[in-house]
């Protein structure tokens, strides 16, 4: 089992920036891939940003060049970093990881105002 701590969500203008940070716990020697979903009212689920273990990121079109995710394995942490925010930005963010099965973090809201 993996255990999953989000926090750095927040009310932000247009512009701004923030920063999310997801610290897991249990089985963390497990951990390949982590990452960030976010889901906004009424829309699916959808993947924001990926790093594995190795380093290598992806992320989804829409945030390429003002989110950057990256990992401390020391911590056992994930961060994004969030500028240039948009109001299209405003949803729930979901912290995961893919051990031996996917895990979920309890979600962070952020809300980007114009």
């Known amino acids: 089992q993996v255990q999953l701590v989000e926090s750095g969500g927040g009310l932000v203008q247009a512009g701004g920036s923030l920063r999310l940070s997801c610290a897991a716990s249990g089985r963390i020697q497990s951990i390949n891939v982590m990452g960030w979903h976010r889901q906004a009212p009424g829309k699916q689920r959808e993947l924001v940003a990926l790093?594995?273990?190795?380093?290598?990121?992806n992320y989804v079109d829409s945030v390429k060049g003002r989110f950057t995710i990256s990992r401390d394995n020391t911590k056992s942490t994930v961060y994004l970093q969030m500028n240039s925010l948009k109001t299209e930005d405003t949803a729930v963010y979901y912290c995961?990881?893919?051990?031996?099965?996917?895990?979920w973090g309890q979600g962070t809201q952020v809300t980007v105002s114009s």
């Open positions: 790093i594995n273990s190795g380093g290598s990121t």
């Open positions: 995961y990881v893919w051990a031996d099965s996917y895990y």
